[in-house]
């Protein structure tokens, strides 16, 4: 049995919801490695014993915070109008 066919408004739809759900994705990763990095700079002054383990978490906070900025990098250009060339 044969899927559907889709219209191209109903594709273009798909799209923006897609847009739109890796946008909320990206801020909250974002929000996770902010958190983390704030975190872990608290930690450093607090308990410098530890300073080791509160940099390796700030390096995960930057890394995350890095991630979500390459997430949302194709949804921008989704809201923005442009179109983005996918390569399967």
Do not use: C, H, N, W
Not at 4 to 18: L, V, Y
Not at 37 to 45: A, D, I, Q, R, T
């Amino acid at each position: 049995m044969a899927a559907p066919r889709r219209t191209a408004a109903e594709r273009e739809r798909e799209a923006r919801e897609e847009a739109q759900r890796d946008a909320r994705r990206s801020i909250r990763l974002g929000a996770v490695g902010i958190i983390l990095l704030f975190l872990s700079g608290v930690g450093v002054v607090l308990l410098p014993d530890y300073v080791f383990a509160f940099i390796g978490g700030m390096v995960v906070g930057i890394l995350l915070i890095l991630a979500a900025f390459l997430l949302v990098r194709g949804s921008v250009r989704m809201f923005k109008g442009e179109e983005e060339t996918k390569i399967y």
